[in-house]
């Protein structure tokens, strides 16, 4: 079993900048990728990044070039670079790991995102 916490996130203006992390524990060594979802309001989760432990790196599209994911070198931690936030980035965040099989397994409690136009 892998616990995921997650810390950052808040309320912000459209135009500034967030960093959330994600720290993992337990099981990691199962762990393949690492990544974010969201989900707004009355919507679905959606993929916002993944990155693998190869190095492979996935963005939506709707965030490409606004945000960044990272991986900590020396822990299973993961973080995402928010820039130029607008309000349709508004939701609740969640960290989560992958399998190899591309399974997400495990979830974070999720940490909030408000951004005001």
């Known amino acids: 079993q892998v616990q995921l916490v997650e810390s950052g996130g808040g309320s912000v203006q459209a135009g500034d900048s967030l960093r959330l992390s994600c720290a993992a524990s337990g099981r990691t060594s199962l762990i393949y990728a690492m990544g974010w979802f969201r989900q707004a309001p009355g919507k679905e989760r959606e993929l916002v990044a993944r990155k693998r432990w190869s190095g492979d790196t996935y963005y939506a599209d709707s965030v490409r070039g606004r945000f960044a994911i990272s991986r900590a070198k020396v822990k299973y931690e993961v973080s995402l670079q928010m820039n130029n936030l607008k309000p349709e980035d508004t939701g609740v965040y969640y960290c989560?790991?992958?399998?190899?099989?591309?399974?997400?397994?495990?979830w974070g409690q999720g940490t909030q995102v408000t951004v005001s136009s």
């Open positions: 989560t790991d992958q399998d190899p099989s591309g399974r997400y397994i495990n």
